[in-house]
């Protein structure tokens, strides 16, 4: 056998053996006790604060909203997404209050014309559609077309 | 409204048309585009002293340790951009010690160690080891002590032992081709194995990465050999210097093809994604695209180097034509992944919207940054050329 690999065979060898060992050390502790994945990491996350609630949550209490939205075109959208996250609010509705957007500019941000935007989002002119008025002033937010004039 | 909502709805106010909400921050800036760029660097260099060394291509000796040394130099920083794009120094490389078959991010831990430890540290201390044991005997001081360690113990310089260095070493090349080959292969299926991103997803991209390495990595020992020579003073080998750049040349012309082959394809299929790359190309991508990456990195570079295949001007007119195209395919290559890193994801997968991308100066995906990866190599290829210079070398082998 060449010298050359007399030494460079031990030394890969070590090496390997070396990686092995580091490798052994490097992995996360609970990692593939369940799966390809760090199985701490769920205990982890669960850990963390929840934000949202979810539409059902909001049911519990707010059914007269819940069933107003989904009569009409909005149902598909969820409760949060325009009170913002409300888990804080489910369990401290007396302190803790969301915000209700009264803005025009906040129904803009689904409404207003952008030739890019999906067709199914219905789309006005800002600037020409009631622009002296707010929104829900005419259109209920949780029912747009019962219109309040 | 919530703070953090307000952000959101300012940033989507600043986009155009309409993008979902997870795109308008664009998440792999300069330092992903150095990646590919400088594992390029390395791949196309080891090839070209790879073609020295199996296909006997004797004018090239001249820079066949140089592009050793350079892809030597390149490939000990080509994890860093990766690394400090991530961040999270403490668990960033848990994903590399935990190798699937699901995920081509993952294994790229394996596929550099082979090419850095078995591929090319390997062919360099085979091809240096008598030199180092020679030089280790002259020399005193921290550098023998540097030069007995790199000896590793093997100091028979007898002529069975020192065939038997360049047996392995050839072995080593041959195995080494088509590693080199995986390696800039496995970078650019990274990108084209996104099958939601119809800017990258194509089984052309780890054939055109590899393609446009090779450019690179001929144009950047072009480069150095030309300025090393300048700094030591030394005749340039005008017979090396013509046949590097013909093999640029040659690369150049099937890179070209490859990508406009890609191209056409796109443009033939027009699938319902081709408007919006079409905008794509046509607005933010069209400076780097057409004008650097098409124009001065390939058009200007292919029919000056063309033009020399045919009629050769005098020495310092050839010389001078190589400095400037070897620079012009470096800057032109480095936006070639400019175009495909930032490009896939400035518009949005609705098809319907872009964002933008603002490079900053400063933090950890600014600007300087950037330039220390860049910077650094060099500086290490002054080391190695300092430690093992290829020309000390050359004259002991020919006296």
């Not at chain 1, 490097?26 to 760090?38: D, K, T």
Request: proline residues 5%; contains cysteine; aromatic residues 14%.
């Amino acid at each position: 056998m060449p010298p050359q690999l007399k030494t460079l065979i031990p030394l890969f060898g070590a090496f390997i053996v070396l990686f092995l060992i580091a490798r052994h050390f490097l992995v996360p502790v609970s990692f593939g006790e369940l799966g390809h994945y760090r199985f701490n990491s769920i205990a982890e996350n669960k850990e963390k604060a929840m934000n949202y609630a979810g539409k059902d949550a909001c049911a519990d209490c707010h059914d007269d909203k819940a069933a107003q939205l989904k009569s009409d075109v909005h149902s598909g959208l969820s409760c949060e997404t325009c009170h913002g996250p409300g888990q804080a609010h489910t369990e401290n509705p007396e302190t803790v209050k969301l915000n209700k957007p009264d803005q025009r500019s906040f129904c803009g941000n689904c409404h207003s014309m952008n030739a890019s935007r999906p067709k199914f989002m219905v789309q006005i002119e800002l600037k020409e559609h009631n622009p002296d008025k707010k929104c829900i002033e005419c259109h209920n937010p949780h029912q747009p077309w019962q219109l309040k004039e | 409204m919530e703070p953090q909502y307000q952000h959101l709805y300012e940033m989507l106010s600043q986009v155009r048309g309409f993008i979902y909400p997870n795109e308008v921050d664009l998440q792999w800036g300069l330092l992903i585009v150095l990646y590919p760029y400088i594992t390029g660097l390395v791949a196309g260099a080891f090839i070209l002293a790879s073609l020295e060394r199996v296909f006997n291509v004797k004018v090239l000796k001249p820079t066949y340790q140089l592009a050793l040394l350079t892809a030597l130099a390149f490939l000990l920083v080509a994890t860093m951009p990766l690394v400090s794009h991530l961040g999270h120094p403490f668990r960033a490389y848990e994903i590399l010690m935990t190798p699937h078959s699901t995920s081509a991010m993952a294994i790229f831990g394996f596929v550099y160690l082979w090419y850095l430890m078995v591929v090319l540290l390997l062919e360099i201390w085979l091809d240096y080891r008598r030199d180092i044991v020679i030089w280790s005997q002259q020399t005193t001081g921290f550098k023998g002590r540097l030069y007995k360690i790199l000896t590793l113990g093997v100091k028979d310089l007898s002529p069975r032992t020192v065939r038997w260095d360049d047996k392995i070493g050839y072995f080593i090349t041959v195995v080494g081709i088509p590693s080199a080959f995986l390696l800039h292969g496995y970078v650019g299926f990274i990108f084209g194995s996104v099958k939601a991103n119809p800017w990258w997803s194509t089984v052309l991209m780890p054939v055109i990465f590899l393609f446009s390495a090779m450019v690179s990595g001929i144009a950047l020992v072009l480069f150095i050999y030309m300025v090393v020579t300048w700094f030591r003073r030394q005749k340039i080998d005008m017979a090396a210097l013509d046949s590097i750049a013909k093999f640029l040349f040659y690369i150049l012309i099937l890179d070209f093809t490859l990508e406009g082959l890609d191209q056409i394809h796109r443009i033939y299929e027009a699938e319902e994604s081709f408007e919006i790359l079409s905008l794509l190309v046509h607005g933010p991508l069209f400076l780097t695209l057409f004008i650097f990456q098409i124009l001065l990195g390939t058009l200007i570079p292919l029919i000056s180097l063309g033009i020399l295949q045919l009629y050769k001007p005098k020495e310092l007119t050839r010389r001078i034509i190589y400095f400037s195209c070897s620079l012009l395919v470096l800057f032109g290559i480095f936006f070639m992944r400019w175009n495909v890193v930032i490009g896939g994801q400035l518009f949005s997968k609705s098809f319907y919207g872009f964002t933008d991308y603002k490079l900053r100066l400063a933090g950890s995906e600014g600007l300087l940054w950037a330039l220390v990866w860049v910077i650094l190599p060099f500086l290490i290829l002054g080391f190695l050329l300092w430690l093992l210079p290829p020309w000390k070398k050359l004259e002991e082998s020919t006296s």
